[in-house]
């Protein structure tokens, strides 16, 4: 009886929302509120979204906090991570997804571990591209890790770790030391705490899963989260909570999404990720090209055509089923810094891409509350922007 009652019910939601969208064709919004950022930037050939997104969000911090606005070296956290990644994972004996992909609690790690830099100071490009490409080093650094896991004496050389610096020197650029900035010297921890001036202690990772109990911390299994960063878990309604208290607060977040989906349609002229209620899973993998290849007539059938149409009801065991059947998956980073409403006043977050300006809305697109509320991996927050009743329940202080 549930099941029939919804079938009718988006039966004339949808009736509604055709009939309106013959003379609202295509999907109009309108800004509710939209928090300052930095500019897009670009990512290019190489699965780094996870730093871009984090510097992206906590660039944003500084600006929430009156600093002046700086842009971060994505690449300067990338080189970091991969280091402190291959060591784990020789030290584990190959037993340790080795990729570029990362996440958002990488990029607190590096700034807490390292420091950070401006982005004019460490451009990671040294291998002859004026944009990431990271085919080569990926394969080169895995394989070099691999080779020394599988070396024939019984214990590790003393030369493997510089080795490994000077691949990553060598395609990345060297640790720098120190560097100028508006005049002054710096060293990358004295830039993190003299400019950048963030506490990381102060920024929590959220998710929400049942297969560990609410208001604990986990490690959430994907093989991104390598450094086995602990998320505390939420209820999805207490999840969603946080983030609409956040952006109304003044808060952006980073946001870690599955994408690969039908309703990730965010180039033109849609420029946006929503659920609908009819959505077979026809695409996979976190490439750009393999996320939006799809002709728009193989979409389904009127989720865009004519704009909003019915989205799906999102449950708390929805959210799980998709996990724990790789549906849902740690494709893509980005950061969520606002909100809107389309012409038939359904809610969406603002998310900041960086794939460079690649849709007429300057590298941005709208997702809606059902695709956040279903396809959100976690998020990272400054612990303030929780709501005070959530906060208590996970003993943050």
């Not at 039908?262 to 849609?270: E, I, K, V, Y």
């Not at 799809?294 to 799906?312: D, R, S, V």
């Not at 089923?321 to 810094?337: A, K, P, R, S, W």
Request: aromatic share 14%; proline share 4%.
């Amino acid at each position: 009886m549930k099941k029939i009652t919804s079938f009718i019910l988006a039966c004339v939601l949808g009736f509604t929302f055709f009939a309106g969208a013959q003379n609202n064709a295509g999907y109009h919004f309108t800004d509710i509120k939209r928090l300052p950022t930095t500019s897009v930037k670009d990512q290019a050939r190489a699965g780094t979204c996870w730093s871009w997104s984090g510097v992206s969000f906590f660039e944003s911090e500084m600006m929430r906090m009156g600093k002046d606005s700086v842009n971060l070296a994505a690449m300067y956290v990338v080189r970091q991570a991969y280091y402190d990644k291959g060591v784990k994972f020789v030290r584990l004996h190959g037993s340790l997804n080795f990729a570029v992909g990362g996440a958002f609690g990488d990029v607190m790690h590096v700034i807490r571990e390292y420091g950070i830099v401006p982005l004019d100071a460490y451009q990671g490009l040294e291998y002859g591209e004026p944009t990431h490409a990271f085919g080569e080093i990926d394969a080169v650094l895995k394989g070099y890790v691999t080779g020394v896991v599988r070396n024939d004496n019984k214990r590790l050389s003393t030369a493997w770790k510089s080795g490994y610096r000077g691949i990553l020197d060598a395609y990345l650029g060297g640790d720098p030391a120190s560097f100028t900035y508006k005049g002054k010297q710096y060293t990358p921890k004295s830039f993190a705490g003299e400019v950048v001036g963030l506490n990381m202690d102060d920024y929590v990772n959220l998710t929400s899963y049942t297969h560990h109990p609410f208001y604990t911390s986990f490690a959430i299994e994907v093989p991104d989260n390598w450094l086995w960063e602990l998320s505390y878990n939420l209820p999805v309604d207490e999840f969603m909570a946080v983030m609409d208290n956040a952006i109304d607060k003044g808060y952006t977040f980073a946001w870690g999404a599955d994408v690969s989906e039908q309703g990730f349609l965010t180039r033109d002229p849609h420029c946006v990720a929503v659920l609908p209620v009819a959505d077979p899973k026809e695409m996979s993998g976190a490439e750009i090209a393999k996320w939006e290849k799809l002709p728009n007539t193989q979409l389904t059938a009127g989720a865009f055509k004519n704009g909003p149409a019915p989205e799906k009801e999102v449950t708390q065991e929805m959210r799980q089923q998709e996990f724990d059947n790789y549906l849902t998956t740690d494709d893509h980073g980005m950061h969520v810094i606002g909100k809107a409403k389309d012409q038939f006043g359904n809610p969406y977050f603002i998310v900041k891409n960086s794939w460079n300006k690649y849709n007429k809305i300057g590298g941005y697109f709208y997702a809606s509350y059902p695709f956040v509320k279903s396809k959100t991996l976690n998020i990272i927050v400054h612990k303030d922007a929780l709501p005070k009743e959530i906060r208590k329940k996970l003993g943050i202080k």
